[in-house]
């Protein structure tokens, strides 16, 4: 368990990834500057969970962990979706 | 004294990596409901979200924006820094990363100290007799939504307070560098969850 290798992740890598995700954020901001109605709604959740994905893979080393807690983080996130779905169907259909 | 050295001995980088995930799991219910609660009353009182959206100031909100995404990136370095035994460049992101903290909350202060100079408070007498409910309801999830995240940046910055200490006195190195890592993994949760509310409170009009 001591002597475990652990991944030592390259500086570049993570400048690369910072410099998507502030790619990102422009392109949310100019997205949602133009009048597109529900849409910007969507554009702007899009971008978020785009840039939420690096985060947790790169930042947050899921890449590098083991697989259950990407499954753990994975199902977590999955019960907050379903949440939400059930929560609108409710109000869709009611 | 002898004691606490022995407990030394039980150092486990996995088991410490689990408790912080599980701690984060319900941070993200507790913000997942708040989001909820945002995306209901939103749904059901859209003009006035609209409307009090563009009192929120869009430039503040990318520059914090940024700031948190970069200080994300210095401390995910500083974890690879320790790692290659670098104990000053590890110091140095790390101060790099409270000092940015510093600035978002700076922003935050003066963001709110135009709002507070508006009116627009929790409690305010002008927000009842100026504003309908639906903006009431907005400013209200505004200063709980952004309260309790900023709340979460100082308790971050004090975290990453004793990983710096920690690494300083050389208690965390590169084979014991759990609590460094852990506290860059809560910093990560901070920037994540203002990665969501970004765009809802500030971008979508």
Redesign the interface.
């Known amino acids: 368990m001591q002597h475990e290798k652990t991944h030592i992740v390259p500086y570049r890598t993570y400048l690369i990834i910072l410099v998507a995700l502030l790619i990102f954020t422009l392109l949310s901001v100019k997205i949602t500057a133009i009048e597109l109605g529900g849409l910007t709604v969507a554009a702007a959740l899009i971008f978020a969970s785009l840039k939420s994905y690096l985060v947790l893979t790169y930042f947050m080393h899921l890449k590098f962990d083991k697989i259950y807690i990407r499954i753990m983080v994975g199902f977590v996130f999955a019960v907050f979706l379903a949440v939400i779905i059930i929560t609108f169907l409710d109000y869709y259909f009611r | 004294m002898s004691q606490v050295i022995h407990h030394d001995e039980h150092y486990?980088a996995?088991g410490s990596?689990?408790g912080m995930?599980l701690f984060i799991?319900t941070e993200?219910?507790l913000f997942?409901g708040l989001?909820?609660i945002y995306?209901?009353y939103r749904?059901s009182n859209q003009d006035a979200f609209h409307l009090a959206a563009e009192e929120l100031n869009?430039t503040v909100g990318?520059i914090n924006?940024?700031i948190l995404?970069?200080s994300?990136?210095t401390i995910?370095?500083s974890?690879?820094a320790l790692?290659?035994k670098q104990k000053k460049t590890t110091l140095a992101l790390l101060g790099v990363t409270l000092l940015l903290g510093l600035v978002f909350l700076v922003n935050k202060y003066f963001e709110w100290g135009t709002k507070f100079e508006h009116g627009i408070f929790p409690g305010s007498q002008y927000m009842l007799d100026h504003l309908s409910q639906g903006e009431i309801l907005f400013f209200g999830l505004y200063f709980v939504m952004t309260g309790l995240h900023a709340l979460h940046i100082i308790v971050g910055m004090v975290v990453i307070g004793f990983a710096y200490a920690g690494v300083r006195s050389g208690r965390v190195n590169a084979?014991r560098?759990a609590l460094l890592?852990n506290s860059?993994?809560y910093w990560?949760?901070v920037?994540?969850i203002w990665?969501?509310l970004?765009?809802?409170f500030y971008?979508?009009?």
């Open positions: 486990d996995e990596k689990i995930w799991f993200l219910l997942g989001f909820i995306s209901v749904f869009r990318t924006t940024i995404l970069v994300s990136m995910a370095m974890t690879s790692q290659k084979d560098a890592e860059g993994l990560h949760l920037d994540l990665i969501f970004f765009p809802l971008l979508i009009h």
